[in-house]
């Protein structure tokens, strides 16, 4: 209960900086954070992504590198995504579970270099696939039961090269449960899963499939597995299913858009929740931010806070290593 004005003033605990900090809510911290990097063939490569500017795909030894800075700047862990080189890419992502793919030989990389950085990989079959569907297709339709056996032996080949979350992007029906009790066969009880369990059917991963190569491939849309984006219940649904087929983390993505669904999820179920600030919503902001339209001191550090406050634990963001550098200063 509150006095009303002019007993109550709000804006007294706004009038200076230390008062400002004594009440603040929430904080960002580099813990909150995990930096997504992209992962291209050959040595001591960085080209950069034509539609997110300031983002490269890195070749193993520089995403070992790359883990070292973001270890330095406190930064928790990092998720990789591989670009596929177009001839290996096939109808159903056999690629995907070679033991010695791209993202098997950036894992190594930077496990070997830091082994003590976070490092999470997608399970889905969009990098690998010529269709750049997430799972495989058998009459026209993305099937669900086979692309979950893909899905398990991908899981367990990453959790093989050192990978220790796995996290599920493709939003077939039963994949965390399967992936669990994959990965539990095969000695990987310890390799930690986060969902991305509310997974929007979303415009905004654009730059991403241009980052990964596989928007060219892509026909059609990702709307018989990713949500509607006019749905929130279904979203909790979701979650719960995942949390009980033995996700230790969920996420919702993309972000900012969908903020009020990190609330629901957070305030329904309480377990460890993730937002992913995807491709499109990087973009944006640092396309005004280079034309000097948004201030990048104020809008980077405004969205990641926006998180916290609805009850994020951690935001996976391409500005993870600038926002770690402007929180150190
Ligand atoms: C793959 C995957 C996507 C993203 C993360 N994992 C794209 C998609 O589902 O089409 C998007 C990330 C981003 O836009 O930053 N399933």
Redesign the pocket.
């Known amino acids: 209960m509150t006095a009303s004005f002019p007993t109550t003033r709000l804006r007294r605990n706004r009038r200076h900086n230390w008062s400002r900090r004594l009440v603040r809510e929430n904080t960002l911290t580099p813990d909150d954070l995990i930096w ?1 990097l992209f992962v291209c063939a050959g040595r001591d490569l960085a080209e950069p992504v034509a539609s997110m500017p300031g983002v490269e795909r890195l070749s193993a030894d520089r995403v070992a590198r790359a883990a070292g800075e973001a270890k330095s700047l406190g930064i928790p862990a990092i998720a990789l ?1 591989p670009q596929t080189p177009p001839e290996k890419k096939d109808e159903d992502g056999t690629e995907a579970t070679n033991p010695d793919n791209l993202v098997c030989r950036a894992i190594r990389a930077a496990k070997e270099a830091h082994p003590d950085i976070g490092v999470i990989c ?1 399970a ?1 079959l ?1 990098p690998f696939t010529s269709h750049g569907h ?1 799972g495989v297709i058998r009459d026209g339709y993305v099937a669900n039961d086979e692309s979950v056996e893909v899905l398990c032996r991908q899981s367990v080949v990453q959790a093989a090269a050192g990978c220790d979350v796995i996290a599920p ?2 939003m077939m029906d039963g994949r965390v449960g399967a992936i669990r009790a994959a990965l539990d066969a095969e000695g990987f009880e310890q390799v930690r899963i986060m969902s ?1 369990a509310a ?1 929007y059917a979303s415009g ?2 654009g ?3 241009d980052a990964v190569g ?1 928007s060219t491939a892509l026909k059609g849309d ?1 709307k018989t597995y ?1 949500m509607d984006p006019a749905n929130g219940d279904e979203a909790l649904r979701e979650v719960e299913l995942d949390i009980a087929e033995g996700a230790d983390m969920v996420m919702v ?1 993309p972000g900012l858009p969908y903020l009020d669904i990190v609330r629901r999820v957070k305030d329904r179920f309480g377990v460890p929740t993730y937002a ?1 600030q ?3 919503e990087y973009s944006m902001l640092r396309g005004a931010v280079d034309r000097g339209w948004l201030d990048g001191d104020r809008v980077i550090l405004e969205a990641l806070t926006s998180f916290k406050r609805a009850g994020a634990d951690g935001v996976l963001t391409y500005f993870a290593l600038d926002a770690a550098r402007r929180l150190g200063e």
């Open positions: 997504p995504f997608d889905a969009d997430d992007s493709d991305y997974k905004f991963y730059p991403f499939r596989s990702k990713q993505k992913y995807v491709s499109g």
